[in-house]
């Protein structure tokens, strides 16, 4: 059991290392712009012409992270609940063999 | 990889609005029968939503001075098969066009075929031919999400460097500057990706065995010691 708590911590301080490690390396010197964008940019550059606009678009930067934060909340929810239900029902096998025989 | 909103001209629009429908409309009747047919996977099935929903909401710095998110896509193709993520991708995907003009209505087609098509299938090969040369469910998984993961992003390269070939040299010359964008950042990401993989399969092994192997990804195990 201790062993496999380890291998989940060290699994979990690998993910943390590999987003901070860009962070701490560079210093300040980035603005960390998103690949999306800059593809978006190049595209322009390069002479497309966008035809056609977002139905809806976030007011201001704050609306849009508030819907991403939503968003990634939805999906942490809904995970957390359904491994919190797998969970559950084997813990309620277990304890039924158990208490059974 | 988000092909923002308006981008790809009309006709690359409605060639990848087509080549997109089939495997949509294929992914929906496959979680329609799996939900049908093995209610039991229906909670595996949320999971696997949640993961990609959750994954590719958040933007995470590269070495590379800049950021992306990753997809999440792989472990529903382990899981589930492809065909699943089809649907669960687009969702996703439609979710971001109308709320966070983050994709887009015309683009959704390409974005589509990238993310919730080729990725998934990419990974679920990188995950067969690991467990063909001999590597357990966690290796797998591990190259799966990664695969999944970089596929994305090449195949999006690729849809804008066939949108907007270069002058001199041609498509070949524009996917070298797309990739440029993303390859380089997506590559600590991915792994990242992976790790997560492994981390979310750890728990389902620990949880969900019996479910797991049903779906024929873990040997049934012997009568555990307790």
Known sequence: MTRSRLVTALLVLGVVVLIALPLVLDGGTSEFAGTDATAAALAEERGAQPWFESVFSPSSAEVESGLFALQAALGGGVLGYVLGRLRGRRLAERSREDGGT | ?226
């Open chain 2, 1 to 226: 990889m988000h092909i923002a909103e308006g981008f790809l001209p009309p006709a690359h629009a409605v060639g990848w609005t087509l080549a997109a429908a089939p495997f949509v409309v294929h992914g929906a009747r496959r979680v329609a029968t799996e939900v049908r047919e093995r209610p039991e996977n229906t909670l595996l099935l949320g999971a696997a939503g949640a993961f990609t929903f959750v994954l590719s909401a958040i933007k995470l710095p590269s070495f590379t001075g800049s950021s992306s998110h990753p997809t999440g896509t792989g472990a529903g193709a382990v899981l589930f098969r492809p065909p699943v993520m089809a649907l669960l991708g687009t969702i996703v995907l439609l979710f971001q066009a109308l709320l966070l003009a983050h994709g887009g209505l015309t683009t959704l087609g390409a974005n589509v075929v990238a993310f919730a098509v080729v990725g998934p299938w990419a990974g679920y090969g990188a995950y067969r031919l690991t467990r063909r040369v001999g590597g357990g469910l966690l290796p797998g998984v591990f190259a799966a999400m990664v695969v999944a993961d970089l596929a994305t992003y090449v195949t999006t390269a690729a849809q804008l460097a066939l949108a907007l070939p270069d002058a001199e040299t041609g498509i070949a010359g524009a996917l070298v500057k797309f990739l440029s964008v993303f390859a380089l950042t997506q590559v600590p990401l991915a792994l990242g990706e992976g790790l997560l993989g492994v981390l979310l399969f750890r728990a389902l092994t620990a949880n969900a065995r019996p479910e797991l192997e049903r779906l024929g990804l873990l040997a049934p195990a012997p009568e555990p010691a307790r």
